[in-house]
């Protein structure tokens, strides 16, 4: 009786690879070869990451919260605003890694549409605000200074000349800084919690 052979074959791991133990990566065209983790281009993949990420936190507190919007007709629950940014996030990650999508002027147009309806709603802004109040408003107050970091990070790529951005993809990204604030200032009006400004008293 014959014994089955054993498999020698060594299970590749799908959650490393090594390549990049020597400090350098690859993306999506590989035009360029291997680049630097360093590199300005490779800052900003890492930026829309970290600002996905975090969305992703800001995702779960909504959901306790169940906040819901109305735009229109629709009622919109900030979960499904926060889904739909963070599918963005990815198309605007696969244009920085070298792929001809781009996000389109229809998203754009969607959240510029919930700025206006929050403007709509809340008392005019006379002042720099200070983050705080609930959780949730915090958590997208922090959110809205990851979008700005990011939108710099993606600017310094497209102004290296290591990418060439889509003029949407630079307003949706500038807008989205917009609407994290106004989804922040919501989330703690709907509570009755009330907004907290700097002061500049000299001491």
């Known amino acids: ?13 799908i959650l490393y690879t090594g390549f990049g133990d020597n400090g350098t ?8 070869g291997r680049i630097s983790k360093s590199s300005i281009l490779v800052e900003a993949l890492g930026s829309v990451d970290e600002l996905n990420a975090y969305l992703g936190i800001i995702k779960v507190y909504s959901g306790i919260d169940k906040i819901i919007l ?14 739909e940014i963070q599918q963005n996030l990815f198309i605007i990650q696969a244009e920085l890694g070298g792929s001809v999508i781009y996000v389109s ?23 720099f ?4 109040g609930s959780i949730l408003s915090s958590g997208l107050d922090f959110a809205r200074t ?5 939108e710099r990070r993606v600017i310094s790529a497209s102004d ?10 630079i307003s949706y990204l500038n807008r989205l800084s917009s609407v994290l604030f106004a989804m922040s200032r919501y989330a703690n009006y709907i509570h009755s919690i009330p907004e907290s400004h700097p002061k500049y008293n000299k001491k």
């Open 105 to 127: 002027k229809k998203e754009l147009i969607k959240i510029e549409n919930i700025i206006n309806q929050i403007g709509k709603i809340l008392p005019p802004i006379t002042s």
């Open 129 to 132: 605000t200070i983050s705080g």
């Open 25 to 32: 990566t690859t993306l999506f065209d590989c035009k360029q």
């Open 1 to 13: 009786m014959k014994r089955a052979k054993k498999n020698t074959k060594k299970k590749k791991n």
């Open 70 to 83: 109305k735009t229109g007709n629709k009622k919109i629950l900030y979960g499904d605003i926060i889904e």
């Open 160 to 169: 290296e000349g290591s990418r060439i951005i889509s003029g949407a993809t």
């Open 146 to 150: 990851l979008a700005r970091k990011t």
